[in-house]
């Protein structure tokens, strides 16, 4: 069954902005995590950040933050102050029960 | 660099053959994961094994079986291929088995099946 959801394919941003990348799920579970992950066009895969279900403050890594909202079941990926180098695909993935479930992916483009 | 290993880098072989694909984890890492990323599939759960032990599976077929040796690396083995199977193959790992909080991949096997 389809777990995951990645609704936007691209995405564009301009450079210094911040940019919302949108993952919905669908669970009945009460306990699972939730991850993002990073892949440039090398194509090497980068662990962004982690949210787990009981956590009762969204998560946040340096620039990255996880917009997490358990009644919606959404667990958006906010980037600030966007570079360069955050140009590429970003995965969000569901985690229960020792299995992955990844979403599509969403290809960020950020314009100078 | 995160630690983990993958070899070889770039696999490319014929329609019914038999590969390895290996892997080694962070250092303390004790679960192993493989992926298959394909253009028409996406990222694929294939297998976990957490300290020798198999501990989940995911959509893996029945041509691929894996497993991880005392030392903690793993050996991912696909047979009887297929054009289809031509895809990214990842290792990740992590410290503990059951509540996962971070995982860290390899770069990656690229197998191209001709």
């Known amino acids: 069954a389809q777990k995951i959801t990645q609704t936007q394919p691209g995405m564009f941003v301009q450079e210094k902005e911040a940019v919302t990348l949108d993952c919905t799920y669908d669970t009945s579970d009460p306990s699972y995590g939730l991850f993002w992950y990073k892949q440039p066009s090398s194509g090497e895969m980068i662990f962004l950040i982690y949210q787990g279900s009981y956590d009762q403050q969204n998560a946040t890594e340096g620039r990255y933050s996880l917009n997490f909202q358990k009644a919606r079941k959404s667990a958006n990926l906010v980037i600030s102050a966007s570079q360069l180098g955050d140009s590429a695909m970003y995965f969000c993935a569901y985690y229960n029960f020792n299995k992955f479930y990844f979403g599509s992916g969403t290809k960020l483009n950020v314009k100078p | 660099d995160s630690g983990v290993t993958q070899t070889p880098k770039h696999l490319i072989t014929a329609t019914g053959q038999r590969v390895t694909l290996r892997c080694s984890p962070r250092?303390?890492?004790?679960?192993v994961y493989w992926y298959q990323q394909s253009l028409d599939q996406g990222l694929q759960f294939l297998i976990q094994?957490?300290?020798?032990?198999?501990?989940a599976k995911g959509n893996i077929l029945e041509r691929f079986s894996a497993q991880q040796f005392p030392d903690l690396h793993s050996e991912l083995n696909l047979s009887s291929l297929e054009l289809g199977d031509s895809a990214l193959y990842f290792c990740a790992s992590s410290v503990a088995g059951g509540v996962v909080n971070e995982q860290f991949f390899g770069p990656g096997t690229r197998l191209t099946v001709l």
């Open positions: 250092s303390g890492d004790l679960s």
């Open positions: 094994y957490y300290n020798g032990e198999e501990r």
